[in-house]
Protein backbone atom coordinates (compact mmCIF):
# COMPACT_ATOMS: atom_id res chain seq x y z
CA UNK A 1 0.00 0.00 0.00
CA UNK A 2 2.83 2.31 -0.07
CA UNK A 3 2.46 2.93 -2.88
CA UNK A 4 -0.48 5.27 -1.67
CA UNK A 5 1.63 7.30 -0.75
CA UNK A 6 2.07 10.84 -2.14
CA UNK A 7 5.50 10.27 -4.49
CA UNK A 8 7.56 13.29 -2.33
CA UNK A 9 7.44 10.45 1.21
CA UNK A 10 8.87 7.73 -0.58
CA UNK A 11 12.83 7.40 0.49
CA UNK A 12 14.26 6.26 -1.93
CA UNK A 13 15.50 9.95 -2.79
CA UNK A 14 16.96 9.77 0.88
CA UNK A 15 14.84 13.26 1.88
CA UNK A 16 13.60 14.05 5.26
CA UNK A 17 9.75 13.26 4.70
CA UNK A 18 9.28 14.14 8.63
CA UNK A 19 10.29 17.55 8.46
CA UNK A 20 7.34 20.15 9.46
CA UNK A 21 5.72 19.95 5.78
CA UNK A 22 6.11 16.49 6.06
CA UNK A 23 4.61 15.42 8.96
CA UNK A 24 1.49 17.69 8.16
CA UNK A 25 1.17 15.58 5.43
CA UNK A 26 1.72 12.30 6.82
CA UNK A 27 -0.79 13.35 9.78
CA UNK A 28 -3.90 13.78 7.08
CA UNK A 29 -3.47 10.15 6.53
CA UNK A 30 -4.24 9.30 9.94
CA UNK A 31 -7.84 9.90 10.16
CA UNK A 32 -7.79 9.63 14.51
CA UNK A 33 -6.28 12.48 14.67
CA UNK A 34 -7.99 15.02 13.48
CA UNK A 35 -10.58 14.79 16.73
CA UNK A 36 -10.51 17.51 19.03
CA UNK A 37 -10.57 16.18 22.86
CA UNK A 38 -12.81 18.30 25.85
CA UNK A 39 -12.07 21.13 23.46
CA UNK A 40 -8.45 20.94 22.62
CA UNK A 41 -6.97 18.69 19.51
CA UNK A 42 -5.68 15.54 20.27
CA UNK A 43 -2.13 15.39 21.03
CA UNK A 44 -1.51 11.29 20.63
CA UNK A 45 1.20 10.52 22.89
CA UNK A 46 0.73 7.33 24.01
CA UNK A 47 2.87 5.09 20.94
CA UNK A 48 4.69 3.21 22.70
CA UNK A 49 1.03 1.69 23.72
CA UNK A 50 -0.61 1.60 20.37
CA UNK A 51 0.02 3.44 17.19
CA UNK A 52 -2.40 4.85 14.80
CA UNK A 53 -3.24 3.54 11.49
CA UNK A 54 -2.80 5.62 8.41
CA UNK A 55 -5.10 5.42 5.71
CA UNK A 56 -2.91 2.46 3.34
CA UNK A 57 -3.40 0.21 6.09
CA UNK A 58 -7.21 1.30 6.68
CA UNK A 59 -7.16 0.20 3.12
CA UNK A 60 -5.72 -2.56 2.78
CA UNK A 61 -7.63 -4.40 5.55
CA UNK A 62 -10.84 -3.06 3.95
CA UNK A 63 -9.82 -4.39 0.95
CA UNK A 64 -9.33 -7.59 2.29
CA UNK A 65 -12.79 -8.03 4.14
CA UNK A 66 -14.58 -6.02 1.14
CA UNK A 67 -13.34 -8.21 -1.49
CA UNK A 68 -11.09 -11.38 -0.56
CA UNK A 69 -12.28 -12.82 2.69
CA UNK A 70 -11.94 -16.26 2.96
CA UNK A 71 -10.75 -19.08 4.87
CA UNK A 72 -6.90 -19.49 3.77
CA UNK A 73 -5.27 -22.98 3.00
CA UNK A 74 -8.70 -24.95 2.52
CA UNK A 75 -10.58 -24.17 -0.43
CA UNK A 76 -10.45 -24.95 -4.00
CA UNK A 77 -12.13 -21.85 -4.59
CA UNK A 78 -10.64 -18.16 -5.75
CA UNK A 79 -11.88 -16.24 -2.80
CA UNK A 80 -9.39 -18.65 -0.54
CA UNK A 81 -6.82 -18.91 -2.71
CA UNK A 82 -6.94 -14.80 -2.99
CA UNK A 83 -6.67 -14.90 1.18
CA UNK A 84 -4.10 -17.36 0.87
CA UNK A 85 -1.88 -15.41 -1.58
CA UNK A 86 -2.22 -12.31 0.76
CA UNK A 87 -1.59 -13.73 4.11
CA UNK A 88 1.54 -15.80 2.28
CA UNK A 89 2.68 -12.51 1.00
CA UNK A 90 2.17 -10.31 4.18
CA UNK A 91 4.54 -13.13 5.49
CA UNK A 92 7.04 -12.47 2.94
CA UNK A 93 7.03 -9.06 3.39
CA UNK A 94 7.09 -8.98 7.28
CA UNK A 95 10.10 -11.49 6.67
CA UNK A 96 12.10 -8.96 4.49
CA UNK A 97 11.01 -6.02 6.83
CA UNK A 98 12.89 -7.47 9.56
CA UNK A 99 15.68 -8.97 7.46
CA UNK A 100 14.60 -12.52 7.84
CA UNK A 101 17.01 -14.90 5.48
CA UNK A 102 16.18 -18.49 3.82
CA UNK A 103 17.55 -19.68 7.72
CA UNK A 104 14.72 -17.93 8.86
CA UNK A 105 10.63 -18.66 9.58
CA UNK A 106 7.92 -15.69 10.85
CA UNK A 107 4.76 -16.78 12.81
CA UNK A 108 1.84 -14.70 12.89
CA UNK A 109 0.98 -14.42 16.69
CA UNK A 110 -1.67 -12.44 18.21
CA UNK A 111 1.07 -9.73 19.62
CA UNK A 112 4.58 -9.80 21.67
CA UNK A 113 3.14 -11.32 24.64
CA UNK A 114 1.73 -14.36 22.99
CA UNK A 115 4.74 -14.50 20.65
CA UNK A 116 6.94 -14.59 24.15
CA UNK A 117 4.59 -16.74 25.52
CA UNK A 118 5.02 -19.07 22.48
CA UNK A 119 8.84 -19.31 23.14
CA UNK A 120 8.75 -19.28 26.82
CA UNK A 121 5.95 -22.14 27.00
CA UNK A 122 7.40 -23.99 23.74
CA UNK A 123 10.82 -24.32 25.43
CA UNK A 124 9.35 -25.95 28.55
CA UNK A 125 6.96 -27.90 27.29
CA UNK A 126 7.67 -31.44 25.35
CA UNK A 127 8.30 -31.04 21.82
CA UNK A 128 7.86 -35.00 21.38
CA UNK A 129 10.84 -35.99 22.55
CA UNK A 130 12.33 -33.82 25.59
CA UNK A 131 11.44 -30.48 26.91
CA UNK A 132 14.67 -28.03 25.59
CA UNK A 133 15.07 -26.78 29.51
CA UNK A 134 16.07 -29.18 31.92
CA UNK A 135 16.03 -29.48 35.84
CA UNK A 136 18.39 -27.12 36.48
CA UNK A 137 19.23 -25.04 33.28
CA UNK A 138 19.53 -21.58 33.82
CA UNK A 139 17.31 -18.59 32.15
CA UNK A 140 18.88 -15.07 32.21
CA UNK A 141 16.13 -12.15 31.59
CA UNK A 142 16.87 -8.53 31.54
CA UNK A 143 15.28 -6.34 34.62
CA UNK A 144 13.91 -4.02 32.23
CA UNK A 145 11.56 -6.00 30.55
CA UNK A 146 7.56 -5.28 30.74
CA UNK A 147 5.53 -8.48 32.45
CA UNK A 148 5.06 -9.91 28.78
CA UNK A 149 9.14 -11.06 28.77
CA UNK A 150 9.17 -11.75 32.10
CA UNK A 151 5.98 -13.89 33.77
CA UNK A 152 6.37 -16.42 31.19
CA UNK A 153 9.95 -16.90 31.87
CA UNK A 154 9.07 -17.44 35.54
CA UNK A 155 6.04 -19.93 34.39
CA UNK A 156 9.22 -21.67 31.92
CA UNK A 157 11.39 -22.02 34.71
CA UNK A 158 9.18 -23.34 37.31
CA UNK A 159 7.56 -25.83 34.87
CA UNK A 160 11.18 -27.19 33.82
CA UNK A 161 12.62 -26.81 36.98
CA UNK A 162 15.06 -23.94 35.76
CA UNK A 163 16.33 -21.33 37.36
CA UNK A 164 15.30 -17.74 36.04
CA UNK A 165 18.02 -15.21 36.72
CA UNK A 166 17.30 -11.43 36.79
CA UNK A 167 20.11 -9.24 34.71
CA UNK A 168 19.64 -5.89 36.63
CA UNK A 169 20.06 -2.56 35.38
CA UNK A 170 22.28 -0.52 37.49
CA UNK A 171 21.09 2.76 39.53
CA UNK A 172 20.57 5.00 35.98
CA UNK A 173 18.70 2.35 34.39
CA UNK A 174 21.23 0.37 32.17
CA UNK A 175 22.06 -2.88 31.34
CA UNK A 176 26.13 -3.76 31.44
CA UNK A 177 27.62 -6.57 29.89
CA UNK A 178 29.68 -7.34 32.73
CA UNK A 179 26.64 -8.04 34.64
CA UNK A 180 25.74 -10.21 31.82
CA UNK A 181 28.72 -11.75 31.59
CA UNK A 182 29.22 -12.46 35.56
CA UNK A 183 25.76 -13.95 35.07
CA UNK A 184 26.46 -16.43 32.27
CA UNK A 185 27.20 -20.22 33.13
CA UNK A 186 27.60 -23.35 30.68
CA UNK A 187 24.08 -24.08 32.12
CA UNK A 188 22.38 -20.71 30.36
CA UNK A 189 20.10 -22.19 28.05
CA UNK A 190 17.99 -18.83 27.43
CA UNK A 191 18.65 -15.05 27.23
CA UNK A 192 15.52 -12.80 26.77
CA UNK A 193 16.06 -8.76 26.70
CA UNK A 194 14.37 -5.76 24.98
CA UNK A 195 15.64 -3.07 22.25
CA UNK A 196 13.75 -0.75 24.40
CA UNK A 197 12.30 -0.50 27.50
CA UNK A 198 8.51 0.61 27.96
CA UNK A 199 8.54 2.06 31.22
CA UNK A 200 11.87 4.29 30.93
CA UNK A 201 12.60 4.26 27.02
CA UNK A 202 16.43 2.80 27.52
CA UNK A 203 18.30 1.39 24.97
CA UNK A 204 20.16 -1.28 26.13
CA UNK A 205 23.25 -2.69 24.18
CA UNK A 206 21.29 -5.39 22.91
CA UNK A 207 23.05 -6.85 19.88
CA UNK A 208 26.44 -7.10 22.52
CA UNK A 209 24.22 -8.52 25.37
CA UNK A 210 22.80 -11.30 22.26
CA UNK A 211 26.62 -11.48 21.31
CA UNK A 212 28.11 -12.74 24.47
CA UNK A 213 24.57 -15.18 25.85
CA UNK A 214 24.62 -16.60 21.84
CA UNK A 215 28.78 -17.19 22.26
CA UNK A 216 27.72 -19.01 26.07
CA UNK A 217 25.60 -21.06 24.22
CA UNK A 218 22.52 -19.43 25.09
CA UNK A 219 19.07 -19.35 22.93
CA UNK A 220 18.08 -15.62 22.32
CA UNK A 221 15.31 -13.55 22.63
CA UNK A 222 14.86 -10.22 21.58
CA UNK A 223 11.82 -8.40 22.02
CA UNK A 224 11.29 -5.36 19.38
CA UNK A 225 7.63 -4.22 20.47
CA UNK A 226 8.86 -0.68 21.11
CA UNK A 227 11.48 -0.14 18.30
CA UNK A 228 9.48 -1.63 15.52
CA UNK A 229 7.41 1.50 14.40
CA UNK A 230 10.60 3.12 13.77
CA UNK A 231 14.33 0.86 14.05
CA UNK A 232 12.65 -2.50 14.03
CA UNK A 233 16.62 -4.99 14.25
CA UNK A 234 17.82 -6.55 10.64
CA UNK A 235 17.69 -10.16 12.27
CA UNK A 236 20.29 -11.71 9.92
CA UNK A 237 22.94 -9.25 11.73
CA UNK A 238 22.11 -10.05 15.60
CA UNK A 239 22.51 -13.28 16.92
CA UNK A 240 19.42 -14.06 17.55
CA UNK A 241 17.27 -16.96 17.49
CA UNK A 242 13.88 -15.33 18.42
CA UNK A 243 12.41 -12.15 18.02
CA UNK A 244 8.95 -10.91 18.51
CA UNK A 245 7.05 -7.66 17.88
CA UNK A 246 3.46 -6.34 17.54
CA UNK A 247 1.51 -5.23 14.46
CA UNK A 248 -0.47 -2.80 17.00
CA UNK A 249 2.84 -0.56 17.70
CA UNK A 250 3.89 -0.29 14.54
CA UNK A 251 0.74 1.30 12.74
CA UNK A 252 -0.59 -1.82 12.47
CA UNK A 253 -3.31 -4.10 13.21
CA UNK A 254 -4.65 -4.17 17.32
CA UNK A 255 -4.22 -8.26 18.09
CA UNK A 256 -1.29 -8.73 15.30
CA UNK A 257 2.22 -9.97 15.83
CA UNK A 258 4.85 -11.72 15.14
CA UNK A 259 7.49 -14.60 16.20
CA UNK A 260 10.69 -14.41 13.56
CA UNK A 261 13.03 -16.85 14.62
CA UNK A 262 15.75 -19.05 13.32
CA UNK A 263 14.14 -22.39 11.87
CA UNK A 264 16.34 -24.22 14.09
CA UNK A 265 15.66 -22.33 17.09
CA UNK A 266 11.74 -22.57 16.31
CA UNK A 267 11.81 -26.35 15.33
CA UNK A 268 12.88 -26.33 19.19
CA UNK A 269 9.50 -24.94 20.46
CA UNK A 270 6.30 -27.19 21.45
CA UNK A 271 3.53 -25.90 19.57
CA UNK A 272 1.19 -23.63 22.37
CA UNK A 273 -2.08 -24.57 20.33
CA UNK A 274 -2.61 -27.71 18.33
CA UNK A 275 -5.74 -28.46 15.93
CA UNK A 276 -6.56 -27.33 12.49
CA UNK A 277 -3.90 -26.35 10.15
CA UNK A 278 -1.01 -27.47 11.88
CA UNK A 279 -1.15 -30.99 11.37
CA UNK A 280 0.38 -33.44 8.83
CA UNK A 281 -1.54 -36.65 9.34
CA UNK A 282 -3.92 -37.33 11.90
CA UNK A 283 -5.76 -40.75 13.76
CA UNK A 284 -8.02 -40.53 15.90
CA UNK A 285 -5.45 -41.53 18.52
CA UNK A 286 -2.41 -39.61 17.24
CA UNK A 287 -1.14 -36.75 14.60
CA UNK A 288 1.80 -35.63 13.54
CA UNK A 289 2.73 -32.24 13.22
CA UNK A 290 3.26 -29.91 9.52
CA UNK A 291 6.34 -28.36 9.00
CA UNK A 292 6.76 -24.73 10.05
CA UNK A 293 5.08 -22.24 10.33
CA UNK A 294 1.91 -23.74 10.11
CA UNK A 295 3.26 -26.24 13.04
CA UNK A 296 2.51 -22.86 15.57
CA UNK A 297 -0.43 -21.65 13.74
CA UNK A 298 -2.98 -23.88 14.60
CA UNK A 299 -6.43 -22.75 13.63
CA UNK A 300 -7.58 -20.20 11.38
CA UNK A 301 -5.51 -16.81 11.36
CA UNK A 302 -6.36 -13.62 12.06
CA UNK A 303 -5.71 -13.12 7.66
CA UNK A 304 -7.19 -9.48 7.79
CA UNK A 305 -4.35 -8.57 10.84
CA UNK A 306 -1.51 -10.56 8.89
CA UNK A 307 -2.53 -8.17 5.53
CA UNK A 308 -2.83 -4.76 7.83
CA UNK A 309 0.29 -5.74 9.72
CA UNK A 310 2.30 -6.08 6.07
CA UNK A 311 0.53 -2.72 5.02
CA UNK A 312 1.76 -1.32 8.40
CA UNK A 313 5.58 -2.07 7.43
CA UNK A 314 5.28 -1.49 3.80
CA UNK A 315 3.87 1.93 4.98
CA UNK A 316 6.76 2.71 7.66
CA UNK A 317 9.64 1.62 4.49
CA UNK A 318 7.71 4.16 2.16
CA UNK A 319 8.18 6.70 4.62
CA UNK A 320 11.85 6.35 5.33
CA UNK A 321 13.12 4.15 8.79
CA UNK A 322 16.29 6.69 9.15
CA UNK A 323 13.66 9.76 8.48
CA UNK A 324 11.49 8.68 11.14
CA UNK A 325 14.05 7.50 13.66
CA UNK A 326 15.44 11.16 13.24
CA UNK A 327 11.98 12.58 13.64
CA UNK A 328 11.34 10.76 16.95
CA UNK A 329 15.14 11.25 18.56
CA UNK A 330 14.20 14.79 17.85
CA UNK A 331 10.78 14.74 19.62
CA UNK A 332 12.21 12.82 22.57
CA UNK A 333 15.22 15.24 22.78
CA UNK A 334 13.19 18.16 22.74
CA UNK A 335 11.09 16.54 25.61
CA UNK A 336 13.36 15.70 27.77
CA UNK A 337 15.17 18.90 27.49
CA UNK A 338 11.92 21.04 28.12
CA UNK A 339 10.56 18.68 31.04
CA UNK A 340 13.80 18.40 32.68
CA UNK A 341 13.86 22.01 33.13
CA UNK A 342 10.20 21.62 35.58
CA UNK A 343 11.47 21.92 38.99
CA UNK A 344 11.29 18.40 41.23
CA UNK A 345 10.95 16.37 37.78
CA UNK A 346 13.64 14.01 36.62
CA UNK A 347 12.97 12.08 33.32
CA UNK A 348 14.29 8.59 33.31
CA UNK A 349 17.15 7.25 31.12
CA UNK A 350 17.81 10.87 30.29
CA UNK A 351 21.01 10.53 28.79
CA UNK A 352 19.71 7.85 26.31
CA UNK A 353 19.99 8.49 22.82
CA UNK A 354 17.81 6.54 19.97
CA UNK A 355 14.52 6.20 21.83
CA UNK A 356 10.81 7.64 21.34
CA UNK A 357 10.08 7.29 24.77
CA UNK A 358 10.23 9.86 27.66
CA UNK A 359 9.06 8.90 30.94
CA UNK A 360 9.32 10.90 34.17
CA UNK A 361 8.55 11.13 37.80
CA UNK A 362 7.52 14.31 39.90
CA UNK A 363 8.02 15.60 43.09
CA UNK A 364 4.54 15.92 44.71
CA UNK A 365 2.32 15.05 41.86
CA UNK A 366 0.92 11.41 41.50
CA UNK A 367 1.21 10.57 37.80
CA UNK A 368 -2.48 9.53 37.58
CA UNK A 369 -3.40 13.52 38.31
CA UNK A 370 -0.76 13.83 36.13
CA UNK A 371 -2.20 12.04 33.67
CA UNK A 372 -5.90 12.87 33.99
CA UNK A 373 -4.69 16.96 33.88
CA UNK A 374 -3.28 16.42 30.50
CA UNK A 375 -6.53 14.87 29.14
CA UNK A 376 -8.05 17.68 29.99
CA UNK A 377 -6.14 19.33 27.68
CA UNK A 378 -6.78 16.38 24.73
CA UNK A 379 -3.01 15.23 25.87
CA UNK A 380 -2.99 11.98 25.62
CA UNK A 381 -0.25 9.84 28.15
CA UNK A 382 0.07 6.64 29.84
CA UNK A 383 1.16 7.12 33.22
CA UNK A 384 1.16 3.85 35.91
CA UNK A 385 3.33 0.79 36.39
CA UNK A 386 3.30 0.30 32.30
CA UNK A 387 3.08 -3.44 33.00
CA UNK A 388 6.64 -3.17 34.92
CA UNK A 389 6.48 -3.26 38.15
CA UNK A 390 9.60 -4.40 39.43
CA UNK A 391 11.86 -2.63 37.11
CA UNK A 392 10.61 0.19 38.23
CA UNK A 393 10.65 -0.52 42.21
CA UNK A 394 14.50 -1.71 41.43
CA UNK A 395 14.74 1.93 40.24
CA UNK A 396 13.00 3.31 43.69
CA UNK A 397 10.55 5.34 41.23
CA UNK A 398 7.29 3.71 41.18
CA UNK A 399 4.49 4.90 38.93
CA UNK A 400 5.84 7.65 35.92
CA UNK A 401 3.95 9.68 33.57
CA UNK A 402 5.13 8.11 29.88
CA UNK A 403 4.96 10.40 26.55
CA UNK A 404 5.79 8.48 23.89
CA UNK A 405 6.11 9.59 19.89
CA UNK A 406 5.02 8.29 16.46
CA UNK A 407 6.35 9.83 12.85
CA UNK A 408 2.82 11.90 13.05
CA UNK A 409 3.98 13.78 16.43
CA UNK A 410 4.72 17.66 16.04
CA UNK A 411 6.77 19.89 18.12
CA UNK A 412 3.83 21.83 18.53
CA UNK A 413 2.27 18.78 20.61
CA UNK A 414 5.65 18.55 22.68
CA UNK A 415 5.76 21.93 23.25
CA UNK A 416 2.03 21.81 24.79
CA UNK A 417 3.35 18.39 26.78
CA UNK A 418 5.95 20.11 28.89
CA UNK A 419 3.24 23.17 29.33
CA UNK A 420 0.59 21.09 30.19
CA UNK A 421 3.14 19.00 32.99
CA UNK A 422 4.10 22.62 33.54
CA UNK A 423 0.41 23.16 34.72
CA UNK A 424 -1.00 20.28 36.08
CA UNK A 425 2.25 20.27 38.58
CA UNK A 426 1.16 23.68 39.69
CA UNK A 427 -2.08 22.44 40.34
CA UNK A 428 -1.66 19.65 42.17
CA UNK A 429 1.53 20.92 44.81
CA UNK B 1 -7.49 21.82 32.07
CA UNK B 2 -10.77 23.70 33.20
CA UNK B 3 -13.06 20.39 33.45
CA UNK B 4 -10.53 18.18 34.94
CA UNK B 5 -9.75 21.06 37.13
CA UNK B 6 -13.03 21.86 38.41
CA UNK B 7 -14.59 18.43 38.33
CA UNK B 8 -11.90 16.53 40.06
CA UNK B 9 -9.49 18.85 41.64
CA UNK B 10 -11.51 20.96 43.86
CA UNK B 11 -10.14 23.06 45.94
CA UNK B 12 -10.94 20.75 49.06
CA UNK B 13 -9.38 17.77 47.70
CA UNK B 14 -6.48 18.79 46.70
CA UNK B 15 -6.07 20.39 50.48
CA UNK B 16 -7.21 17.34 51.44
CA UNK B 17 -4.17 15.75 49.43
CA UNK B 18 -1.63 17.79 50.97
CA UNK B 19 -2.76 17.71 54.80
CA UNK B 20 -4.45 14.61 54.91
CA UNK B 21 -5.91 13.75 58.10
CA UNK B 22 -6.07 11.14 60.09
CA UNK B 23 -2.52 9.87 58.41
CA UNK B 24 -0.32 7.91 59.96
CA UNK B 25 -0.62 4.73 62.63
CA UNK B 26 -2.34 3.37 65.37
CA UNK B 27 -0.55 2.70 68.39
CA UNK B 28 -2.85 -0.65 69.31
CA UNK B 29 -4.85 -1.51 65.96
CA UNK B 30 -7.90 -3.76 66.86
CA UNK B 31 -8.86 -4.05 62.81
CA UNK B 32 -6.49 -3.72 59.79
CA UNK B 33 -6.08 -3.90 55.84
CA UNK B 34 -4.24 -2.78 53.02
CA UNK B 35 -5.25 -1.74 49.66
CA UNK B 36 -3.08 -1.86 46.37
CA UNK B 37 -3.84 -0.99 43.05
CA UNK B 38 -1.06 -3.11 40.87
CA UNK B 39 -1.19 -0.51 37.15
CA UNK B 40 -0.95 2.31 39.19
CA UNK B 41 0.98 1.77 42.26
CA UNK B 42 -1.20 3.32 44.91
CA UNK B 43 -1.03 1.31 47.95
CA UNK B 44 -2.76 1.94 51.24
CA UNK B 45 -2.94 0.76 54.63
CA UNK B 46 -5.98 1.45 57.26
CA UNK B 47 -5.84 0.84 61.06
CA UNK B 48 -8.59 0.83 63.39
CA UNK B 49 -9.56 0.83 67.10
CA UNK B 50 -12.77 -0.80 67.26
CA UNK B 51 -14.69 -0.70 70.30
CA UNK B 52 -18.47 -1.05 71.37
CA UNK B 53 -19.46 -1.32 67.57
CA UNK B 54 -18.41 1.94 66.81
CA UNK B 55 -14.96 3.09 64.88
CA UNK B 56 -13.21 4.88 67.87
CA UNK B 57 -10.16 5.50 65.88
CA UNK B 58 -8.88 5.39 62.68
CA UNK B 59 -5.43 5.73 61.08
CA UNK B 60 -4.26 5.29 57.00
CA UNK B 61 -1.01 5.54 55.69
CA UNK B 62 0.47 5.08 52.03
CA UNK B 63 0.95 6.41 48.89
CA UNK B 64 -1.36 7.09 46.19
CA UNK B 65 -2.66 9.76 43.60
CA UNK B 66 -4.98 13.33 44.51
CA UNK B 67 -7.58 11.55 44.18
CA UNK B 68 -6.72 8.50 46.35
CA UNK B 69 -5.47 10.19 49.32
CA UNK B 70 -8.17 12.76 49.60
CA UNK B 71 -10.72 10.36 49.45
CA UNK B 72 -9.18 8.32 52.29
CA UNK B 73 -8.31 11.29 54.21
CA UNK B 74 -12.22 12.42 54.12
CA UNK B 75 -13.63 9.29 55.10
CA UNK B 76 -11.42 9.31 58.11
CA UNK B 77 -12.93 11.99 59.54
CA UNK B 78 -16.09 10.92 57.78
CA UNK B 79 -15.86 7.44 59.37
CA UNK B 80 -14.18 8.38 63.02
CA UNK B 81 -16.33 7.83 65.96
CA UNK B 82 -19.11 6.43 64.14
CA UNK B 83 -21.25 3.09 64.30
CA UNK B 84 -19.59 0.57 61.85
CA UNK B 85 -23.00 -0.47 60.50
CA UNK B 86 -23.21 3.73 59.66
CA UNK B 87 -19.59 3.72 57.77
CA UNK B 88 -20.71 0.56 56.09
CA UNK B 89 -24.15 2.50 54.82
CA UNK B 90 -21.56 5.62 53.91
CA UNK B 91 -19.49 3.54 51.43
CA UNK B 92 -22.49 2.38 49.74
CA UNK B 93 -23.60 5.82 49.02
CA UNK B 94 -20.24 7.15 48.00
CA UNK B 95 -19.68 3.88 45.75
CA UNK B 96 -23.15 3.98 44.33
CA UNK B 97 -22.26 7.91 43.51
CA UNK B 98 -19.23 7.17 41.88
CA UNK B 99 -20.57 4.38 39.87
CA UNK B 100 -23.85 6.46 38.85
CA UNK B 101 -26.11 4.43 40.86
CA UNK B 102 -27.01 7.94 43.06
CA UNK B 103 -27.56 10.91 42.54
CA UNK B 104 -24.70 12.93 44.75
CA UNK B 105 -27.75 15.65 45.19
CA UNK B 106 -29.67 12.62 46.99
CA UNK B 107 -27.13 11.11 48.90
CA UNK B 108 -25.80 11.76 52.29
CA UNK B 109 -22.10 12.71 51.56
CA UNK B 110 -21.44 15.73 53.15
CA UNK B 111 -18.21 16.73 51.95
CA UNK B 112 -16.96 13.61 50.40
CA UNK B 113 -19.52 15.70 48.10
CA UNK B 114 -16.46 17.12 46.06
CA UNK B 115 -15.71 14.12 44.99
CA UNK B 116 -18.44 12.85 42.95
CA UNK B 117 -17.00 14.61 40.01
CA UNK B 118 -14.93 11.09 40.34
CA UNK B 119 -17.60 9.53 38.61
CA UNK B 120 -17.69 11.31 35.33
CA UNK B 121 -13.87 10.07 35.23
CA UNK B 122 -14.37 5.95 35.13
CA UNK B 123 -10.98 4.90 35.12
CA UNK B 124 -10.41 6.95 38.44
CA UNK B 125 -12.76 5.63 40.33
CA UNK B 126 -10.90 2.82 41.49
CA UNK B 127 -8.47 5.75 42.64
CA UNK B 128 -11.59 6.73 45.11
CA UNK B 129 -12.89 3.63 46.20
CA UNK B 130 -9.24 2.36 47.24
CA UNK B 131 -9.21 3.38 51.16
CA UNK B 132 -12.89 2.58 51.30
CA UNK B 133 -12.03 -0.92 49.64
CA UNK B 134 -9.63 -1.08 52.75
CA UNK B 135 -11.72 0.18 55.14
CA UNK B 136 -14.37 -2.01 54.41
CA UNK B 137 -11.56 -5.08 54.57
CA UNK B 138 -10.17 -3.98 58.05
CA UNK B 139 -13.73 -3.79 59.52
CA UNK B 140 -14.12 -7.52 57.97
CA UNK B 141 -10.63 -8.62 59.06
CA UNK B 142 -10.28 -10.63 61.95
CA UNK B 143 -7.74 -9.14 63.82
CA UNK B 144 -5.44 -12.49 65.07
CA UNK B 145 -5.10 -13.36 61.13
CA UNK B 146 -2.35 -11.90 59.51
CA UNK B 147 -3.71 -9.06 56.96
CA UNK B 148 -3.72 -9.66 53.53
CA UNK B 149 -3.86 -6.59 50.63
CA UNK B 150 -7.01 -6.29 48.63
CA UNK B 151 -7.23 -4.66 45.13
CA UNK B 152 -9.29 -2.48 43.39
CA UNK B 153 -7.81 -3.22 40.00
CA UNK B 154 -10.37 -5.06 37.71
CA UNK B 155 -13.20 -3.38 39.35
CA UNK B 156 -16.06 -1.81 37.45
CA UNK B 157 -18.56 0.37 37.96
CA UNK B 158 -21.68 -1.30 37.80
Same mark, same amino acid.
Given at each position: ?6 ? %? ?7 APTGPSGVAGLRALFPVLSQHIQGHPLAYLDN???TQ ?12 ? /? ?10 ? =???? %???? =? ?8 ? %? ?10 ? &? ?10 ? +????? +???? #? ?26 ? +????? $??? /?????? +? ?14 ? %? ?8 ? =? ?12 ? $? ?15 ? =? ?22 ? #? ?8 ? /? /? ?7 ? &? ?10 ? &? ?8 ? $? ?24 ? #???AI?QHLHALRAQAVQGLSAL ?13 AIV?F ?12 LLDGQGIAV ?19 TRASFALYNTPEEVERLVAGVAKA ?5 | M??? *? ?7 ? !? *? ?38 ? !? ?26 ? *? ?30 ? !? ?13 ? !? ?21 ? *? ?5
Amino acid at each position: MGDMLPA %RWLSASGAAPTGPSGVAGLRALFPVLSQHIQGHPLAYLDNAATTQMPQPVLDALQHFE /RHNRANIHRGVH =ALSQ %RATD =AYDAARAQLK %RFVGAGSEHELV &FTSGTTESLNLV +AHGLS +AHAG #GSKPLQPGDEIIVSGLEHHANLLPWQRA +ARESG $ALL /RILLPD +AQGHLRAEDLARLLTP %RTRVFAVTAC =ANATGERPPFAELL $AMAHQAGALTVLDAAQV =AAHAVPDISTLPCDFLVFSGHKMY #GPMGTGALVG /R /REALELLAP &FRVGGDMVEWVS &FTDASYAALP $ARLEAGTPNVGGAIGMAAAAKFIDAV #GRDAIDQHLHALRAQAVQGLSALPGLRVLSADTLDTAIVSFVTDGAHPHDVGTLLDGQGIAVRTGLHCAQPLLEHLGCGPTTRASFALYNTPEEVERLVAGVAKALELLR | MSSA *ETDLYQELV !L *EHKRSPRNFGHLSAPTHQARGTNPSCGDDLSVELAVADGK !LADIRFHGQGCAICMASASMMSEAVKGQ *EIAAAQKLQQHFRAVLTGEESADAAPLGKLVS !LAGVSRYPSRIKCAL !LGWHALMHAIASNPAAPTVPVST *EGETPS
